[in-house]
C-alpha cells in the first residue's frame, strides 16, 4: 500500500482494524491545566521514543520553565530517555518504572519484567540499562531460565540513581 499523493504516509494497523496509511501525533501536554504545550507529528511506523526530548524542550519553551515531572507511555522508556530526564533534573514516570518501590524488602528497587527486552536470535535480554543479561540457569520448578548481569556492572549503573513516582 503506498499513497500516491503523501509519500511520507506510513502503512499502519491499530488494533484488529485493517492496515491504512497514517500517521502518528504525539504531544506535552501541561498536567496542571490540560493546556497541550508541544506537538509533533510522524510516520505512522516509527518508534516514537526519540520524540520525547523534543516535545520537553518545545514545552520549556512555551511554558517558560522545565517540566518537574515527565508521565508517558511504555513506547517512551527507552534508556536514552530515561538518563536524558535525569540529566535534566526531571522525574521519569514512564511506564515500566512506575512499578519501582512498590515492592518491599530487597526487591524494593527492582525493574518491572516489562522493562527488559528478549533477543531470541542470541538467547539474551536487554536491561534498561543497555546491559545484557545472560542465561544462568534453570529453575525447574518454575519452568523458567534465570538471566542475570554483572553485579559491578548493575551497582555502577545510572538508572540506580533515576527518581521514580
Known sequence: MVS???????VVRRGVGKAKLGYQTHRGIDGAYGVITASEVGRGDENEAHRLGGLIDASHWVVGKQAGVVVADTKYGTRENYLACHR???VADIAPLRRVGVQSGRRRRIFAESAFIYDGQR???????????RRRNHRVGRQAYEYVGLARVCRGCQLRSVRVR
Open 88 to 90: 535534566r533534573g526531571v
Open 123 to 133: 538467547d539474551v535480554y536487554r536491561c534498561p540499562g543497555g546491559e545484557e543479561l
Open 4 to 10: 500516491r499523493t503523501d509519500g511520507d504516509a506510513a
